[in-house]
């Protein structure tokens, strides 16, 4: 593995602690907001100084896993001769639904690029599948396995209405930090 690759896979590793440390951030200087109980794009809702440390925070994340679909798309290049790898495709169009959290409110059809975000349900295992003996070790099975399951059940709680309003924001916190744990894998 090059040195171009290792540091756009470890940019994977960022988008989690650089979200969760502006959201806190706008957390904190927003009136009534409530981390537990809110989801982060409410921020944006907020305007003002909160808005703007969403915006910074999705915009960053966003980028983050972009550069980080570069490095798997390199990566599966170089393991397997392909031109395309589909595992890198999803996680391209995840950080750029990620980045429209930042640009449009909640309730615009542009919003997390109007569900595209769910695409994170299968990124790691397609990328998974794609590196193939890149990521022997049970542990990377596991943790595919894990973060995909995450997904399908907050997806289910949210389509289903049983994420419990008084916990959505931590709810959001713990699946996202679930997803965001398979690049730790890489």
């Given at each position: 593995m090059s040195r171009v690759q290792r540091s756009l896979l470890a940019a994977g590793l960022l988008p989690l602690p650089w979200f969760l440390l502006w959201t806190t951030l706008g957390g904190a200087v927003t009136p009534g907001y409530h981390g537990l109980v809110q989801q982060g794009s409410e921020l944006l809702a907020a305007g003002g100084?909160?808005?703007?440390?969403?915006?910074?925070?999705?915009?960053?994340?966003?980028?983050?896993?972009?550069?980080?679909?570069?490095?798997?798309?390199?990566?599966?290049?170089?393991?397997?001769?392909?031109?395309g790898a589909v595992g890198a495709a999803a996680w391209t169009l995840f950080g750029l639904s990620i980045m429209s959290n930042g640009v449009w409110p909640m309730g615009s059809p542009l919003h997390g690029l109007y569900?595209?975000?769910?695409?994170?349900?299968?990124?790691p295992a397609l990328a998974h599948l794609e590196l193939g003996g890149r990521l022997p070790r049970r542990r990377d099975y596991a943790l595919t396995a894990a973060v995909s399951v995450g997904g399908v059940v907050y997806l289910w709680l949210n389509l289903t209405g049983h994420d419990?309003?008084?916990?959505?924001?931590?709810t959001q916190g713990v699946f996202s930090s679930v997803n965001a744990a398979w690049p730790f894998g890489v």
């Amino acid at each position: 593995m090059s040195r171009v690759q290792r540091s756009l896979l470890a940019a994977g590793l960022l988008p989690l602690p650089w979200f969760l440390l502006w959201t806190t951030l706008g957390g904190a200087v927003t009136p009534g907001y409530h981390g537990l109980v809110q989801q982060g794009s409410e921020l944006l809702a907020a305007g003002g100084a909160g808005a703007l440390c969403l915006r910074v925070a999705a915009l960053g994340s966003g980028l983050a896993f972009l550069a980080f679909a570069a490095g798997l798309w390199s990566l599966t290049r170089s393991l397997t001769a392909r031109r395309g790898a589909v595992g890198a495709a999803a996680w391209t169009l995840f950080g750029l639904s990620i980045m429209s959290n930042g640009v449009w409110p909640m309730g615009s059809p542009l919003h997390g690029l109007y569900a595209a975000s769910i695409v994170n349900l299968v990124a790691p295992a397609l990328a998974h599948l794609e590196l193939g003996g890149r990521l022997p070790r049970r542990r990377d099975y596991a943790l595919t396995a894990a973060v995909s399951v995450g997904g399908v059940v907050y997806l289910w709680l949210n389509l289903t209405g049983h994420d419990p309003a008084a916990w959505r924001g931590l709810t959001q916190g713990v699946f996202s930090s679930v997803n965001a744990a398979w690049p730790f894998g890489v």
